[in-house]
């Protein structure tokens, strides 16, 4: 017996071990990169490193200037871009670390650095020349930033990121000299003036409007001259700004136009019928097969482009006239998916994976070939021309793709495809690889495919998951990306939001939010044990100069300054719910219930229930309503009080609902039945066209 219970014990004991939490005693709502019970780890500092930063900290408590330099200084080149803990939950990089904690020594500890290290720091800046002119600089920057001469470097870094665009680190080089650097022989008028520009350029206008206070008050009569253009700082500032297209917060609500009008006998202008497509010819009881398999409620992703929509329904990507519904293109019919859905493989699919983007002459689909019977068959990138759906590219035939599985949903930008992806894909599980699972970000060429950069967001502590029988499908988070202002910001939807250089693929920063703690059992083998269905991911949504996150599986909803490396506030939130979109001062969420919070006090003001919930589905949000579609007809909700003010049935009464998405002439209802398209406006006048905006709450999986 005593046996039996000892064998139980140290069959336990690595559960009892990953199951551990790893919180700071002092402060156990603090994030850690190194909790072993979080899913993601962003790419961890040696313990070196993490020892030398602690000597640094202890040594200068004491004064003992010369070996608490030593300590830091002995961090090897090759750990500046690997992460520790930085505050309120944000894991920043060594460098930006180390840069830091100089940069807030007092005056004994900075006049001790530049006793002993001046002379590195001025080597390194006259040799900044040429091709390692950026390389140069960066590591003074780095390293030697509270040196005589580490604000020459951060000042000639700026002009060098800014002439490169990359607005952003231009911004923070400048904003460091004036704020950390009293001591500067650089003119601060000027530093002020190229800190607004680059402000201005990266879109941190809250930033901005601060700094141009500071410069009214502080140099406004200074004599500067930049770009040709002399004057007082405050006089140039403004004539330069004046000259920048973006200077400006973009059109509030109040400038969009009235949302759809739904309520009477409408008649669709156009319908593409999926269900009657797949369903003519059946019997009876293959039709009540069909129903009952979880493909058949599988919603189409669409994206818009011109007088083109573009739809990828289970890797059948097709071409519409937006003006009248006919068919321009397709990759293939849908006959025979219900016979593809019954088979084992059809089973495990996750619907919510396929996508499209589309962009110019290209269309790009993320797909999975449904006839394709290997369980470990990979998603893959196929590029079309827009015309008529030729095949340009595929990832599977690129030799940089083999170790992916690509995951989530494309992002086109700055010239850009932005994709995420796991290694540890079905190509390595085949060869036996073990090896934990980690976290791309990539970019990739539009045209041809080809990857321009890839950076590993993070390792996965839980390894790849197996299923003993069929009929399951993986339900993994799905990352989700969004372009801001020159970056790349990914949410894992595991506990990190990752902030990258959309030029380069540096890793700035990432934000660990609360999470679920990964599970050490790796094999899903209950046939019946199907997980309670939660909420699908949602993408950040901007506010102004902050950012709510509220990952897929966390149980708190978080506004942070990004660009200020800040929380502002968080607040407590159900797990099934996910963030829909801005009215106002409201915030709307979708999942169990439709319900608003107010942003301000951070309070629920309603809640209201749907048929169907909304814990997957693109709900349109406006100012003057919200309409989503359900199985029951699309409900228009007031915004201000949760009141549904009016059902349109439709043409899609008993589906499984879906997604509305608003052009200037047609509200499309896509579901798993079909794609109708309604006038827009009563009587079927169209609305003047309109801008797209945040809002406008786009789903995910679908373009914008």
């Known amino acids: 017996m005593r046996l039996a219970i000892a064998m139980l014990v140290m069959l336990m004991a690595p559960c009892l071990a990953i199951g551990q939490t790893g919180t700071d005693p002092k402060d156990p709502n603090k994030v850690s990169n190194d909790d072993p019970a979080r899913p993601l780890q962003m790419p961890p500092a040696s313990t070196e490193t993490r020892e030398a930063l602690g000597d640094f900290d202890r040594f200068q408590r004491r004064g003992a200037w010369e070996r608490a330099l030593k300590s830091l200084y002995t961090i090897p080149d090759d750990q500046a871009r690997r992460f520790v803990d930085g505050e309120k939950g944000f894991i920043i990089p060594v460098d930006r670390r180390r840069r830091a904690v100089l940069a807030a020594l007092p005056a004994a500890g900075q006049a001790a650095c530049r006793l002993f290290h001046d002379a590195d720091a001025k080597k390194l800046l006259d040799e900044a020349d040429g091709p390692d002119e950026l390389k140069k600089l960066e590591?003074?920057?780095?390293?030697?930033?509270i040196t005589t001469v580490g604000d020459n470097a951060a000042d000639r870094l700026?002009?060098?990121?800014?002439?490169?665009?990359r607005f952003d680190r231009a911004a923070d080089c400048w904003l460091d000299v004036l704020r950390e650097r009293p001591d500067t022989d650089l003119a601060p008028a000027m530093l002020a003036v190229k800190a607004a520009l680059a402000l201005d350029r990266a879109g941190r206008y809250s930033e901005l409007e601060q700094l141009r206070g500071e410069i009214a008050e502080k140099y406004r009569d200074e004599p500067i001259t930049i770009g040709g253009r002399s004057g007082s700082a405050a006089e140039v500032l403004a004539k330069l700004l004046g000259e920048v297209a973006s200077g400006a917060e973009?059109?509030?609500?109040?400038?969009?136009?009235?949302?759809?009008?739904?309520?009477?006998?409408?008649?669709?202008?156009?319908?593409?019928r999926i269900g009657d497509s797949i369903e003519a010819g059946m019997q009876p009881i293959e039709r009540n097969q069909w129903r009952s398999n979880a493909l058949s409620v599988a919603v189409p992703t669409v994206a818009i482009h011109g007088d083109k929509l573009y739809v990828n329904y289970l890797s059948h990507v097709l071409a519409l006239n937006m003006d009248n519904g006919k068919l321009l293109w397709r990759t293939g019919s849908f006959h025979n998916i219900e016979l593809i859905a019954m088979q084992p493989v059809g089973q495990m699919l996750d619907p919510s994976r396929f996508a499209v983007v589309a962009s110019g002459e290209y269309v790009w689909a993320l797909s999975r070939?449904?006839?394709?019977?290997?369980?470990?068959?990979?998603?893959?990138?196929?590029?079309?021309?827009?015309?008529?759906?030729?095949?340009?590219?595929?990832?599977?035939?690129?030799?940089d793709y083999a170790n992916f599985e690509l995951v989530g949903v494309p992002v086109l930008a700055e010239g850009k495809l932005f994709l995420a992806a796991k290694t540890g894909g079905p190509n390595r599980r085949m060869m036996g690889m073990q090896q934990q699972p980690q976290q791309f970000a990539l970019a990739i060429r539009p045209h041809d495919g080809k990857i321009l950069w890839k950076t590993e967001i993070g390792a996965f502590r839980q390894g790849e998951r197996y299923y003993f029988y069929y009929y399951?499908?993986?339900?993994?988070?799905?990352?989700?990306?969004?372009?801001r202002s020159g970056a790349i910001y990914v949410d894992t939807n595991v506990g990190i939001l990752g902030r990258l250089d959309a030029e380069t693929g540096t890793l700035d920063w990432g934000f660990g939010y609360k999470t679920e703690s990964f599970s050490a059992n790796s094999w899903m083998s209950y046939y019946y044990n199907r997980p309670e269905p939660g909420a699908g991911p949602a993408v950040p949504i901007s506010i102004g100069s902050s950012m709510l996150v509220k990952g897929m599986q966390s149980d708190r909803?978080?506004?942070i300054d990004p660009d200020r490396m800040k929380v502002l506030w968080d607040r407590p939130i159900a797990r099934k719910s996910r963030l829909l979109g801005i009215v106002g001062d409201t915030m709307i969420l979708g999942g169990a219930e439709l319900s608003a919070v107010d942003l301000k006090t951070r309070s629920m003001l309603w809640s209201t229930h749907l048929p169907g919930e909304s814990l997957d589905c693109r709900v349109l949000v406006r100012p003057d309503g919200i309409w989503q579609l359900t199985p029951r007809g699309i409900f228009e909700v007031d915004p201000a009080s949760g009141e549904v003010r009016r059902i349109f049935r439709g043409n899609d009464l008993g589906s499984a609902g879906g997604d509305l998405v608003l052009t200037d002439r047609w509200l499309l209802s896509i579901s798993n039945q079909t794609i109708t398209a309604y006038p827009r406006r009563e009587g079927g006048a169209a609305a003047p066209a309109t801008a797209s905006t945040v809002h406008d709450t786009m789903k995910e999986k679908a373009s914008p």
């Open 472 to 483: 399951m499908k993986d339900d993994a988070p799905q990352p989700r990306l969004v372009y």
């Open 139 to 145: 590591r003074v920057y780095s390293a030697y930033f």
């Open 158 to 165: 700026g002009d060098l990121y800014f002439e490169q665009g």
């Open 250 to 272: 973009p059109a509030g609500p109040t400038a969009q136009t009235p949302g759809p009008h739904v309520s009477g006998a409408i008649e669709p202008g156009w319908q593409l």
């Open 369 to 399: 070939d449904v006839k394709d019977q290997n369980m470990m068959a990979p998603f893959q990138l196929i590029c079309y021309r827009a015309e008529n759906g030729e095949v340009i590219w595929k990832s599977s035939d690129g030799a």
């Open 557 to 559: 909803l978080t506004a």
